[in-house]
Each structure stands twice: as structure tokens, then as C-alpha cells.
């Protein structure tokens, strides 16, 4: 790469092109920005209850309602 100063008399010529964008417009395009989770294309609410996350079922392809166990079996630090 070359690397100097221009004098002043010294012009740049050269062409700008502009990339090729596709632009996708609806007609009835009309944004609702307040939607329940139960309208999310591959959600599945059924039978919810509180505490309950949303878990992925590979089986179904779908975020179901399910209840999150773990179980602790150690913890390592500090002194309690």
C-alpha cells in the first residue's frame, strides 16, 4: 500500500456505487407491540401455572410450560 501526501493541486476522481438492497414491504403490515406469549408461533402455554419457565421440547419443536428442578450436590467457597 502506498502511502504519501497530496499537494494541493493534486484532485481524486472516482465512483461511488451503491449496493443492491431488496426491500420487503407488506401491505397489511401492522405492528402489534403488545402480544401474549401464547400468540408466539411454536409456544405452547397450555396448562401453565406460576413458577413454570418455558422449556424446549425437541420432540414437539416447541417452548412448553414446565417446572425447572435441579438438585445441588455440592457447594465449593468461602466460609458460611
Known sequence: MATGR???STSITGTVRQQ???VIAA???APKP???ISEVVGV???GVENGQGLIYNSTTGKFE???VTATV???NGGAF
Do not use: D, E, H, K
Request: glycine share 4%.
Open 6 to 8: 497530496l499537494g494541493s
Open 73 to 75: 450436590i455440592s457447594v
Open 27 to 29: 401491505q397489511n403490515f
Open 34 to 36: 403488545n402480544i401474549s
Open 44 to 46: 405452547n402455554v397450555a
Open 65 to 67: 410450560a414446565n417446572t
Open 20 to 22: 443492491t438492497r431488496s
